[in-house]
């Protein structure tokens, strides 16, 4: 079974960092991307970062661009979401999920798997 699992959420300070991990069991990232999105109480789902298969391309929504990056280490089939100078806008549950194909897709419904999310909170 594909199976996302999320770790490393919790408390930072206002333009503090944090990373998240997301392993994946089940499948590799040979054909599948990667991607974060998150979702903060009271609003719609939104795509965070993604990293292609295909050439190991990445994309990031406008409001991280240039905080957050989206390394990923394929021996340990772990795709990790590098986030700088934190926002309390940056307070959601985020979401790590694996689409059905190579490249980045441009909905986030069209993510097949999907982790159980890990809370991220920035508060002073």
């Known amino acids: 079974q594909f199976q996302p699992v999320e770790s490393g959420g919790g408390l930072v300070h206002p333009g503090g960092s944090l990373r998240l991990s997301c392993a994946v069991f089940?499948?590799?990232?040979?054909?599948?991307?990667i991607g974060w999105l998150r979702q903060a109480p009271g609003k719609e789902r939104e795509g965070v970062s993604c990293?292609?298969?295909?050439?190991?391309?990445?994309y990031y929504g406008d409001s991280v661009e240039g905080r957050f990056t989206i390394p990923k280490d394929n021996a340990k089939n772990t795709v990790y979401l590098q986030m700088n100078s934190l926002k309390p806008e940056d307070t959601a549950v985020y979401y790590c999920?694996?689409?059905?194909?190579?490249?980045?897709?441009?909905?986030?419904?069209?993510?097949?798997?999907w982790g159980q999310g890990t809370q991220v909170t920035v508060s002073s």
């Open positions: 089940g499948f590799t990232f040979d054909y599948y991307a």
């Open positions: 990293i292609s298969s295909i050439d190991g391309s990445t």
């Open positions: 999920a694996a689409h059905g194909g190579s490249a980045c897709p441009a909905q986030s419904y069209e993510y097949a798997y």
